[in-house]
């Protein structure tokens, strides 16, 4: 009689286990010491904005966003360590959506009448989305991306991009391969995730070719619907958002960096999914835990039972928030309520070094 061998325990136990064992060692570990002063500016009139949970995924631990009174820039304080980075970012495939395909050709087409690039590239790029929108209306430019992750390298494999780099543009070693190599450079929601969001502008700056153009959009910390919302308003998504960066630091940064600002738009890069992203954050966070590695048992039959019965009685409140998201589009835009904005710079050429020798 010939004997099996056991079978391999599920995959999300592994998970589980190697979860439950991080946190035996509790969260206070992932976060770095407070900070003192604004990352921004060095001012020392700070307040805390808010305090949240993780309301992405729902993984333990509490965080802190505080707000610069001297330069209105918010941060997470005290922020994450690179080990607490790692944890609380692992497992995220499924919890955000990438934008739509439209929203990334209009993005292009905000470009088309400054330029007609030979090179572009896109900063987070993840696995390549927006480059392979862009190539439908651009298909003589070449695309790169970097991205923290690793799915940048995927983008390379299916040809979304030409070559790959993994790291923020501060990453020890990569400024140095890309300096001035492109006449684009784009940044899309991703100064809110950089460690340093102004070394990672000044790098984005230093990525450029004299006469390039810088694309960036971010979310506006300065939007009613930030206020509103509070730790439910997608911008403020703990404990991944680092950074709100509002417009006038921003043009600041710019126009110090030697760039001249050629546009700034808080009307198209509005999406509306303020009040249903919120909503169904608020729901998922009320509504009994589904299973996760990161929790120490796995619901029972019934816990999940309840929890799809609730999910389906909830949808009218999630399609409500929905529908008022896309009503409120005209008032967002027309009063200034928009939840994102669009600049665009060009470097300009340096200055020619004074000579020594005089005139």
């Known amino acids: ?41 060095g001012g020392q009139r700070l307040r805390v904005r808010l305090t949240a949970p993780d309301v992405v995924q729902g993984k333990p631990g509490t965080f802190t966003v505080e707000e610069c009174e001297d330069c209105a820039h918010v941060f997470q304080n005290p922020g994450l360590t690179p080990e607490g980075m790692a944890f609380y970012h692992r497992d995220r495939d499924g919890y955000e959506s990438p934008p739509a395909r439209r929203r990334h050709r209009a993005r292009v087409r905000a470009m088309l009448h400054l330029t ?75 100064l809110e995730r950089a460690p340093s969001p102004r070394e990672e502008l000044k790098a984005a ?61 808080a009307v198209a890069p509005h999406v509306p999914a303020d009040l249903a992203t919120a909503a169904a954050r608020a729901l998922s966070q009320a509504l009994p835990s589904p299973d996760a590695p990161w929790r120490a048992t796995p619901p029972t039959v019934l816990q999940q039972a309840v929890r799809t019965a609730l999910t389906a009685a909830t949808a009218p409140v999630r399609l409500t928030a929905r529908a008022l998201d896309h009503a409120l589009v005209p008032l967002a835009r027309r009063s200034g309520c928009s939840n994102a904005y669009r600049v665009i710079a060009r470097k300009n050429p340096q200055p020619p070094n004074p000579s020594s020798d005089g005139p």
């Open 1 to 41: 009689m010939s004997s099996s061998a056991p079978a391999a325990p599920p995959a999300i136990d592994l998970r589980r286990a190697k979860y439950l064992a991080e946190l035996a060692q509790g969260t206070e570990r992932f976060h770095a010491p407070r900070r003192e002063s604004c990352p921004w500016c």
């Open 205 to 265: 700056i230093a990525a450029l070719r004299p006469g390039g153009h810088l694309v960036l959009e971010l979310a506006d910390p300065l939007s009613v619907y930030a206020a509103l919302l509070g730790k439910w308003w997608p911008a403020h998504a703990q404990p991944h958002q680092l950074h709100l960066l509002p417009p006038a630091n921003v043009h600041k940064a710019l126009e110090d960096g030697n760039c001249t600002i050629l546009a700034t738009d």
């Open 116 to 190: 007609e690039p030979e090179s572009w590239l896109d900063v987070g790029t993840g696995e390549g989305d927006f480059p392979a929108a862009a190539q439908e209306l651009l298909p003589y430019t070449a695309f790169d991306g970097t991205d923290p992750t690793p799915r940048v390298l995927r983008a390379r494999a299916t040809e979304r991009v030409e070559e790959a780099y993994v790291g923020h543009l501060t990453t020890p070693g990569l400024l140095g391969r890309l300096r001035s190599r492109y006449d684009v450079v784009s940044v899309f929601h991703q």
